[in-house]
């Protein structure tokens, strides 16, 4: 018996655990590189996931978003059960929207949008602008979580745009590496410097427009998404009084 067990066959030893590993790392990045199968990539497509109500399109995603805001600045948010959501979570995730936005303590996106564990992707820091580390976690949300939408949210009364502002017009220098997110900021305010409005309100807008623009052509992930009608990237800015979020890009 034991020399007939897949113990006494390498081959077949290391392809099981080949197997195991590539459905540890998420079907939507093997289905992309062409590492599964065609059999094995159909069980994996077809498989149900966490949270089946958040495989949706992109505009059923930006549109489920926005009611949430809405319930949100309304002050009618729903209770949520959050043992059940744990519960339902252990063996994965499929959020239906993944956010870049800014690190500040008065914006919470999963608040701001009514939703639940496991439905949003957040990726945050000051300023809300595109790292590689945040692209790569972007790149993630969307090719092995299969999240159809990516907000990028700015905000009012920014302080890291605040600061580049600082930077350009006083020639400010921050201590550490405060400066490094004034100088990364810099074009946003370049762009509007001059321009008829307050300052502070344009350059977070104008920073949101160009995330987007950076978002819509830095990846050949993303791009090849949204040639397939699986993703849509549109920006926000959050407004500190009401909880609502206007769309902009």
Known sequence: ??????SSHPSITNGRRHFLHLAGLGAGALLLAGALPGNIARAAETAT????QNAIGPDSALHRLMEGNHRYVKGTSKTHDFKAEREALVTGQNPFVAILSCSDSRIGPEYAFDTARGDLFAVRVAGNFVTDEGLASLEYAVVVLG???ILVLGHEDC??????IKAVKDKTVFPGQIQKLAIALQPAVDKVMGQPGNLLANATAQNVKDTVDKLNHASPLLTDAMSKGKLK????VYRLA????????
């Open 159 to 164: 302080g890291a745009m605040s600061a580049s």
């Open 147 to 149: 999240a159809p939408l």
């Open 1 to 6: 018996m034991s020399e007939s067990s897949d």
């Open 49 to 52: 996931p966490p949270k089946p």
């Open 233 to 236: 990237i549109v920006g926000g």
């Open 242 to 249: 009401t909880g609502k979020v206007d769309m902009i890009a």
